[in-house]
DNA sequence: GGTAGTCCACGGTGCACGGAC
DNA sequence: GGTCCGTGCACCGTGGACTAC
């Protein structure tokens, strides 16, 4: 009997040249994971194109896009690891709580404009920041941190700014949660005990306190009840972030958001497995389940702001925020 | 009553990483336990880093450091049983003892020097060699035997000079002895009857043929007293160079040097065991011993080297003797 | 039965080459 | 024609799965 031929060569499934070889999930070439790993990896620049080469090598781009396509799994490379993804979520929250507290607006623009062009400059000395100033910045370096995550330097320009549009603001109210409750606060506030909600609300009629507490409250009580670190805070986020049912994302941005979204996914249930061993799916699902107390805060604001709108047209919103409404 | 739990999943103790396993001596995981098999197995470089990683397993020296820190046990690596430590034992002495008759220094080079760069040539033909000439080579193959040790492999260069200057002498000196017992001689002398102390030691005035005599003969008669075997003598010298509590080592040097010298030590009472039975550890502590006698017999040359250099500043010593005093 | 050792697939790295400017 | 950048080959180290003692 002759011996089983296990290097038998087979299409590479990315450009179709005959391989024996196996990378990140799929029969691939050598030099199609060199691609994929060098794209990931930032080793080299990665620009869209327009040239719809779809099985050629020529095309950087398309083999690139080949290689989703085709299955290639982004958590293969290494620096996806659980440990690593962590300490890099970490690093990121760092720095936006430094743009968050060291940093002001220079102008009120909108998302569009912030996108393409807008800095903030270093905090003026003494200025005293209202809840208006405050939520830009929130919105701001929320932003930042968004465009922090590795997977953006992957998304054309127009998928970019539907990912960032889609989840900017709902993640700058779960970072005010966070940094409330970071700081041993029992509801949201910005620093200095600057409340979230702009004074000119007591002027609103209908003012309801009860919502405005609700709103104030409900995410940190969950935050408190399930006694969540930063680091499961900041993978929830980043879960909530990494949404790939956005309408109007190309399915190659779909694709890869979606596998962002399963590597942070899975290095939050590692976190789960390590703290409660038996009953970690309990606390995984309630982890997950931040994202509808979110969507529940976001709802009642948006009643707030509607309320607001009705009774006072005027009233200064920065362009941010108006934008989310 | 419940089963035993024998799988119960606890941190590494090198990586923290959750497992399963028990490996060289220590709760460790499948990874920890192949870096440190591979390092001391020399299937892979190892070099030393300044990353300090202490608990990441992103560098393999640091990580390595973790598993001697650890405790794993250098041990139960299998090339450090008994009969594989003393057949290499006795290939480095071959190897060493090839040097000595057949190679001559080319220069007069310190200890500093030689740990550089310095190697020597194939003797020429019918050179004869004075007492000076035959000391230089039996410590350049002393040091040549020590760096053939396995440990050298896993010191820092600072640790391994260290690790060096504290023992070559004394260990060039006991090697003198070992050649002339194993050539059946009843003092201590080099080839074609050069004796161990130069023609210009008439000179000195307060010449004492009984202080040199005792230099000469007191390891040897203690080597006959105990019959000792060649493989005794090799493991007694290698555990007198595995000295872990030398100043300036870092605690890791220490902590390597130690656990090799308990391996040379176990197989030295191994063969006295087996030697014995009964009375193995007499002979055990007789052997051990032999390091107290030869540092009395260093301590006999250092009053001779004393007068020497009273009487006679001027004679030409080798530098690497010159070193030692 | 448990632990040390071996095998091998695959991810990562270094380097030489080739085309573009 | 030098330099820069991307490519792809060859090799290395890792760690999972298996074997042997």
């Not at 709902?170 to 029992?186: G, H, L, N, Q, T």
Request: aromatic share 10%; proline share 4%; glycine share 2%.
């Amino acid at each position: 009997m002759s011996p089983r031929v296990s290097l038998v060569s087979r299409p590479c499934s990315i450009c179709n040249n005959l391989t024996d070889e196996f990378n990140y999930g799929v029969i691939s070439c050598n030099p199609c994971k060199m691609v994929f790993r060098r794209v990931m990896k930032f080793e080299t620049k990665f620009d869209h194109c327009l040239c719809g080469n779809k099985k050629s090598t020529s095309c950087r781009c398309c083999r690139f896009s080949a290689c989703i396509a085709g299955g290639m799994k982004i958590s293969c490379i290494q620096k996806y690891k659980h440990a690593t993804l962590i300490q890099n979520l970490i690093k990121m929250d760092h720095k936006r709580n430094n743009t968050f507290f060291n940093y002001q607006m220079c102008e009120d623009l909108s998302l569009d404009q912030l996108m393409i062009s807008g800095v903030p400059k270093i905090k003026d000395q003494g200025v005293r920041f209202t809840s208006h100033d405050w939520v830009s910045m929130e919105i701001y370096s929320t932003i930042e941190f968004m465009k922090n995550l590795d997977l953006v330097h992957i998304l054309t320009s127009n998928d970019l700014m539907i990912f960032v549009k889609n989840a900017h603001f709902k993640c700058a109210i779960f970072f005010i949660a966070v940094r409330s409750y970071m700081a041993k606060m029992e509801f949201m506030t910005f620093p200095d005990n600057v409340d979230v909600f702009p004074e000119e609300i007591s002027n609103v009629p209908d003012y309801s306190p009860k919502l405005l507490n609700r709103i104030r409250t409900l995410l940190i009580s969950k935050f408190r009840e399930f006694d969540v670190s930063i680091e499961e805070l900041l993978l929830v986020v980043t879960i909530i972030i990494c949404d790939p049912s956005v309408a109007g994302l190309s399915e190659f941005s779909m694709n890869v958001i979606s596998q962002y979204q399963r590597i942070y996914s899975s290095a939050l249930q590692a976190i789960c497995q390590n703290k409660c061993k038996a009953s970690w799916p309990t606390r995984f699902t309630n982890l997950l389940f931040l994202s509808n107390i979110l969507t529940k805060t976001i709802k009642d604001l948006d009643d707030v702001v509607v309320l607001f709108k009705y009774h006072q047209p005027a009233l200064p919103l920065r362009k941010l925020v108006k934008d989310s409404f």
